[in-house]
């Protein structure tokens, strides 16, 4: 069969590849044929009939649907002749019939192809006059999602969506013919963690999202192209805006990410950006023990520098730190980490999860990869919870492409249910079995290489059967490592995190270089855009473009950019920072007092500053407020975990007051810069007196810092091109509507070195305790949640543990009740649940629950921690 | 009158028909014995030039469906349609019922021919006593060593399995069929892949109607030219006529193909009930268009009922005399077939529903000029339009009805 | 020769590919045991079969056999075909019934021994008028014949 085809439509020569269908050939010589079941995504089905058209055949023309007949060599098609003009208004006609005709109060009126190809197809008036049928009308199928059974023309995309992209088929037709509807079973409301697909696939207004429900009308809207900063996926989506609020979130396609899929997060989880108690006006807090009181920028702004400058005079400039989130832009990430090295002059940067994780720079290959992957190995990384766009991709690939899964996570994650092995571990243990996994590999590699010459070293040979030895409940995933042809290693914090996870990343490394795919190695972090907070340097020893402070020619690099050098020394982690070792913090989007512990460290505290939506529990802490936007009010960059770095403009006017992190900081910069007088050895120059209090900071030696210039976001991205090699092309018009991922040959090559990792097995917690897991839960009650329209909101468990079925069992524990959880970090009170993916021994409390029951507990600090669980 | 010794409903009125003692005593499983001392390949070249064509609606030529089949497939099924629902027809189960090993011998040879290991036997749901005897005479052809492993020790292997339908029409289609063999609603499927590319399991598939198979063992015993002698030019072979409606002696008739109409009507069921004159006949099940009383010459053969604006369907005969109202009949069929869309399609599904909701009007006497010119619509706008061929038969009857007898719709509206 | 068999080789002894192709059967099963086809038996046959209960619904609600609502004990199906119509069959027979019990199509008598309803053809159309009473087939129906039935069914019950 020849890779290409070439045809004939409406006299139209087209040429498309092998297999292409009819209706997406016509596409592509610029001939629309209607349709409605027929979607580029899901397979064939040929139920609607609208997409009929004719094949000129030597035996005369005959009637078949565009969307199920693939395209052949010489094929002559004709999609306007009378006949097929009449077909789609007798289509069109019989679905009309029995279609209500409540455009006017439907969501969908306005952009719904059945109104749109009425008008384009129909036959302009109606023939029937009789009553329509009746059906069962708006009512949920999931906290969601309503379905409307008159509205529905049976197109089964949803249905087919579920089952094809999801495995989960939770939509069914239920009855026969002419009484066919479609519905969920009584009680199983849909669930799937990207249901809200089916409702902009839907072609009708069958489908409609309760968050949305009449919240708009499509012709009102303000559109703008954007992408989801909820995880690191980057999904693109649309941003859609009436009267300043932030109406609804619609999916973008964007073949290289997301096709054309959001997850429910991602598209329900928007109503915090309009919520009544976002912070509208900066805050400050007198003394301590007073109420925090609005204050005007230019006030708040002068009591954060005269306040951090105050503590870097007297204690020096490691007495001041910054906490950011990995969810801010790239410009916000870089201004955070150049204020800083450059103004304060310490690298005390961090975010949770960044200097503690030993992460690959260069993320994904590409999301692409996972579909020409024959094997997945995902170690503790769990995308169903943390990136459900991604588990579509890998479903995908497992039901598809026939990838297999190896799974290794302490949970017997969902995915854990396809093809593949499910190697079970305990937190901090994976370095173990992937070390021995690796020194296996390694080993038989080198014998078979000795293979051909003459005998193998005895040693070798020895090294490789004690390893075989102990490897019997690895064997499953060692054969399938062994066989692989592509593999794609995905690695998530959780396992990754502290000494232990050090140790692991660098036997997972091992493991791809003893296999030839050191670079199908990748880190995917827990929070959007943990890529580009890692690109930025927002890390306390490393420098813009994943280079070391310790690295003197960087410094010197952007010491010409910055006009100073940042310091040689590494910085304090988050950790280190958040537990005291400063005097002052500067918090952007991070929530270090979520646990009891965290907050009474920052009570100790001289000064805290804290920039963020909402007034959070550290917010609450501060003696500076300063209101944010969110990423729908301001322009900024995202690097997703495939290194794309897309554009997120501004979509809606900011709440109150607020203002994006990088004009805060930059606002800050020019602030601290005037109060400042450097001695550069020519002329003293002393821009501005803070006039509301004069006060003069020391004068201090060396180079001035050359100053803060940035209109735009796009001012910033011009310096991080600068600052950050990879990103020297990546200005905001290159990157478009799809953005542009970032070129690993400018930065570093992939491991090709095996490290010795020198690691011993992971004790279990003594009888009658549990080993504590933890992970991401997609609906937990994460910064945004509980800001959520209230169908959302409820979708976050009750704080919970949950024990194997078996152990619940054993310990005469009983689902439902309420239970004390005690590890040697605190305790907390959760209700029990039972659940099989737990596996015996280990108690699972996700992250990111209300009271922060498994950070309290300890379960980020990177290491083994056994917990006892006692009724209350 | 032809006189025509009945072959494939030979053994239907013997005592005990259905048990497999009965079926040996009258020569069963002979054309098994000789089969397996051929090589698959001449038994496909034995059914071709047999000229049998398929019986259960379509004639598609059966030596060459089992042509299509893969040689080199490794997994290949075969599936026996006894589904039969089509208004009208009842031979199926009248041999399911009554000689059940006739059927299991063709499917063994055919099987055979096109190397399945493996053969499904697909049942009405409605059948309960033919359920029965399947379930029975599969059983005795395991004991007697015509199933299993090394059947009659020729090293030929086969595994029969009875599936029971559940009431849907539908399944009759081949792909619906082979939905619902795997436990799914029964819906067609997409073709191409055709069954014989990807049917059960997506394994190829040979699926054929029981009567179709019913032939097999007497093609294989007397030999393809005896079968070829029979009928007709394009229509070989015996077939079973099921007679019903007003006849004095409805009931299955065995006849060649080619028999007319007239003949089977007149002569094998005895005539109109109280001598009275026909009206109209349904020749091939209720998805053929009507015949009116001057075709009743018309030989009983795919071509000459093609030639003659209907088809040979089923072969079930449906007779309606003078006194029969038209519009109720076509309402009834019509009925049938709405009840019987799977709502695949959207102009089976709704198209059929608004036709049938024109037709309750017009017979109800409320009926406009409208009504009628939206059903005649209706019955030229549906057919070549829908997934499968359902939606295009249901309009059959409705449109032959209104081209054939238009008075007595007209006669119905104001 | 042999004895009668032992083995019963149906549908079940013979592994197929996918549990699937076991629901039509299971469903038979299930709604011998209970009458008709509750949700929770639906549950049960769909973790059994490792489906989704929507997934057993959506195909046992295709098929007319399967009850998801209670019947009475004898489910009366009059054959409403074209064959049957023509001989004096289908709404006659319907009727006759439906005046005799009280009634209509579709309706089980209020102490729940009687479920009237009108089917599709059942394959009896040189034997027609059809009914069919549970798995039992009667054919050739006249008054006298039905009355006969109903009375002895009455009897029974």
Redesign the interface.
């Known amino acids: 069969m020849p890779d290409l085809v070439t045809l004939t439509v409406d006299d139209v020569k087209v040429t498309v590849p092998a297999g292409t269908l009819v209706v997406d050939a016509a596409k592509a010589a610029g001939i629309e044929i209607p349709i409605f079941c027929s979607h580029p995504k899901l397979d064939p089905l040929g139920a609607c009939r609208m997409c009929l058209v004719e094949f000129v055949g030597p035996r005369g023309s005959k009637l078949d649907t565009a969307c199920t007949v693939r395209v052949s060599e010489g094929m002559t098609v004709r999609t306007s002749t009378e006949q097929v003009k009449a077909v789609r208004e007798a289509n069109l006609g019989f679905i009309l019939i029995n279609h209500p005709l409540d455009c006017p109060i439907c969501d969908k009126g306005g952009e719904c192809p059945l109104q749109d190809q009425t008008m384009a197809y129909g036959a302009g008036v109606s023939q029937f006059v009789e009553a329509k049928r009746q059906k069962q009308k708006h009512y949920p199928i999931s906290d969601l999602i309503l379905l409307d059974q008159e509205r529905c023309i049976l197109c089964w995309r949803c249905i087919r969506y579920l089952d094809e992209w999801e495995d989960k088929p939770q939509i069914g037709l239920f009855e026969r013919g002419g009484e066919t509807v479609i519905d969920t079973f009584p009680g199983q409301p849909v669930d799937a963690a990207t249901s809200g697909n089916i409702i902009d696939i839907c072609p009708v207004g069958a489908l409609t999202n309760r968050v949305s429900r009449f919240r708009f009308r499509p012709w009102e809207l303000k559109k703008t192209p954007s992408v989801c900063t909820l995880c690191p996926v980057g999904c693109n989506l649309r941003l859609d805006e009436r009267v300043h609020e932030l109406r609804r979130i619609v999916a973008r396609e964007n073949l290289a990410v997301n096709d054309e899929w959001l997850c429910d997060k991602g598209r329900f989880l928007h109503q915090y950006v309009d919520h009544p108690e976002r912070l509208r006006t900066p805050l400050v807090r007198d003394a301590a023990g007073e109420a925090l009181r609005p204050a005007t920028w230019d006030e708040a702004l002068h009591r954060v520098i005269e306040k951090l400058g105050d503590i870097a005079d007297t204690n020096g400039a490691n007495a001041l730190g910054g906490i950011a989130s990995a969810r801010v832009s790239n410009e916000a990430a870089y201004l955070f980490q150049k204020f800083f090295r450059a103004l304060v002059g310490a690298n005390n940067i961090d975010f949770a999860d960044g200097s503690a994780v030993k992460a690959q720079p260069t993320g994904l290959s590409a999301i692409a990869d996972i579909a020409k992957s024959d094997l997945i190995v995902l170690v503790g990384f769990d995308p169903s919870e943390a990136a459900p766009v991604l588990d579509l991709h890998i479903k995908r690939a497992a039901r598809r492409a026939g990838a297999k899964l190896l799974v290794i996570n302490p949970r017997r994650i969902a995915l854990a249910k396809y093809p593949g092995a499910y190697l079970p571990v305990l937190p901090g243990g994976e370095a173990w079995d992937l070390n021995g996994l690796a020194t296996a590999l390694q080993a038989a590699r080198a014998a078979n290489q000795a293979g051909s010459k003459p005998a193998p070293a005895p040693t070798g040979k020895a090294k490789l059967e004690t390893k075989v030895a102990v490897m019997a409940e690895l064997r499953p995933a060692y054969d399938l490592l062994a066989a692989a042809k592509a593999p794609l290693f995905i690695y998530g914090p959780d396992a990754a995190r502290g000494q232990l996870g050090k140790l692991a990343v660098t036997a997972l490394s091992n493991l791809a270089v003893a296999l030839g795919f050191g670079d199908r190695l990748a880190y995917v972090g827990a929070e959007a855009n943990s890529q580009g907070a890692r690109d930025m340097g927002l890390l306390s020893d490393t420098l813009p473009g994943h280079q070391p402070v310790t690295d003197a020619a960087v410094r010197e690099r952007l010491g010409k950019l910055w006009g100073v050098q940042p310091p040689a020394e590494p910085g304090q982690s988050y950790a280190a920072m958040a537990a005291g070792g400063v005097k002052a913090l500067y918090v952007m989007g991070a929530n270090p007092a979520a646990t009891v512990a965290g907050a009474e460290a920052l009570h100790k505290l001289d000064f805290l500053v804290v920039q963020d939506l909402f007034l959070t529990e550290t917010a609450q802490l501060a003696d500076v407020v300063l209101p944010a936007t969110s990423f729908a009010e301001a322009d900024g960059t995202y690097t997703n975990l495939e290194r794309r770095v897309q554009r997120g403009p501004q979509g809606i006017k900011p709440a109150g007051e607020s203002q994006a992190d990088w004009a805060i900081l930059a606002a800050l910069a020019e602030k601290w810069l005037a109060s400042q007088t450097v001695d550069t050895g020519e002329v003293s120059k002393a821009i501005e007196q803070p006039d509301w209090k004069k006060k003069r900071r020391k004068i201090k030696a060396g180079p001035a810092p050359k100053p803060w210039n940035y209109p735009t976001a796009q001012a910033v991205l011009d310096e991080i091109g600068k600052a950050v090699p990879p990103y020297a092309s990546l200005r905001w018009d290159a990157l478009g509507e799809a953005g542009v991922q970032w070129s690993t040959s400018a930065l570093v090559r992939a491991p090709r070195r095996v490290e010795p990792v020198d690691v011993a097995p992971i004790a279990a917690a003594p009888a009658g305790s549990f080993t504590l897991v933890s992970g991401p839960l997609l609906w937990d009650n994460g910064p945004l949640m509980p800001y959520g329209a209230e169908q959302v909101r409820k979708l976050t468990p009750t704080p919970f543990v949950a024990l194997n079925p078996a152990d619940l069992t054993m310990a005469a524990l009983a689902e439902g009740r309420q239970v004390t959880v005690t590890s040697a970090y605190g305790n907390v009170t959760l209700t029990l649940k039972a659940d099989a993916s737990v596996q015996p021994g280990t108690a699972w409390v996700p992250a990111n629950l209300a009271g922060a029951p498994a950070e309290t507990l300890g379960a980020v600090r990177g290491e083994p921690v056994s917990v006892a669980v006692k009724l209350v | 009158m032809t006189t025509w010794q009945p072959v494939l409903l030979a053994n239907v009125n013997r005592p005990n028909s259905e048990k497999i003692t009965t079926y040996l005593a009258h020569g069963g499983y002979e054309a098994l014995r000789k089969t397996l001392k051929m090589s698959p390949d001449q038994v496909i070249a034995e059914v071709k030039a047999s000229g049998l064509r398929g019986r259960g609606g379509a004639g598609f030529p059966t030596g060459a469906k089992w042509g299509f089949i893969p040689k080199d497939a490794p997994v290949k099924y075969l599936a026996v349609n006894t589904d039969e629902g089509e208004p009208g027809t009842f031979k199926d189960r009248l041999i399911v019922e009554r000689d059940p090993h006739a059927i299991l011998e063709g499917v063994i040879i055919a099987s055979y021919a096109v190397g399945a290991h493996r053969a499904f036997v697909y049942i009405r749901g409605e059948f309960f006593l033919g359920v029965k005897r399947w379930i029975k005479a599969i059983a005795d052809a395991y004991q007697y060593g015509f199933l299993g492993k090394n059947i009659l020790e020729s090293g030929f292997d086969l595994d029969v399995s009875l599936h029971r339908g559940a009431g849907a029409y539908i399944c009759g289609e081949e792909t619906a069929m082979i939905e619902s063999l795997e436990g799914k609603r029964g819906e067609p499927r997409l073709k191409p892949p055709y069954p014989a590319q990807a049917g059960i399991w997506g394994q190829p598939t040979v699926v054929q109607n029981c009567e179709t198979l019913v032939n097999i063992p007497h093609i294989i015993g007397r030999g393809a030219a005896w079968f070829a002698s029979i009928g007709t030019e394009q229509s070989r072979g015996p077939k079973i006529f099921c007679v019903s409606g007003h006849v004095n002696r409805p009931g299955n008739y065995e006849l060649p193909l080619g028999t007319p109409l007239r003949e089977i009507i007149y002569e094998h069921a005895g005539g109109v009930r109280m001598g009275r004159s026909v009206k109209a006949v349904i020749p091939g099940g209720a998805s053929t268009p009507f015949l009116t009383a001057d075709k009743l010459d018309v030989p009983m053969a795919f071509e000459t009922l093609a030639a003659a604006g209907s088809a040979l369907g089923t072969g079930a005969v449906v007779v309606m005399d003078e006194t029969t109202d038209m519009v109720e009949v076509a309402r009834r069929v019509m009925s049938f077939y709405v009840h019987e869309s799977c709502g695949r399609c959207v102009p089976c599904r709704l198209g059929g529903h608004n036709m049938l909701h024109e037709l309750d009007i017009i017979a109800s006497g409320q009926g406009k000029r409208a009504n009628l010119a939206r059903l005649e619509a209706l019955t030229r706008g549906i057919p070549g339009i829908t997934f499968c061929p359902l939606g295009t038969g249901m309009c059959e009857p409705v449109a032959s009805g209104l081209k054939l007898f238009r008075s007595e719709f007209e006669e119905r509206v104001s | 020769?042999?004895?009668?068999?032992k083995?019963?080789?149906?549908?079940a002894?013979?592994i197929?590919?996918?549990k699937?192709?076991?629901?039509?059967?299971a469903?038979?099963i299930a709604q011998e045991q209970r009458g008709y086809l509750t949700?929770e038996v639906?549950d049960r046959v769909a973790a059994r079969?490792g489906l989704?209960?929507?997934?057993v619904?959506?195909?046992a609600?295709?098929?007319?056999?399967?009850r998801t609502k209670p019947v009475g004990r004898y489910v009366i199906q009059v054959c409403?075909?074209?064959?049957c119509?023509?001989?004096d069959g289908?709404e006659k027979v319907s009727d006759y019934i439906g005046a005799k019990l009280g009634i209509r199509p579709g309706e089980t008598t209020a102490d729940g021994r009687f479920t009237l309803e009108t089917v599709?053809?059942?394959?009896?159309?040189?034997?027609?008028p059809a009914l069919?009473v549970n798995?039992?087939?009667y054919e050739n129906l006249t008054p006298a014949g039905i009355d006969a039935i109903l009375d002895r069914l009455l009897g029974e019950v």
């Open positions: 020769m042999h004895a009668e068999p083995v019963k080789p149906s549908g002894a013979l197929d590919p996918a699937e192709a076991m629901l039509l059967a469903l038979y949700p639906i079969l989704t209960a929507g997934q619904f959506s195909t609600s295709f098929y007319t056999l399967f409403s075909g074209v064959s119509y023509l001989v289908a599709q053809c059942l394959a009896s159309c040189g034997t027609a069919r798995d039992q087939l």
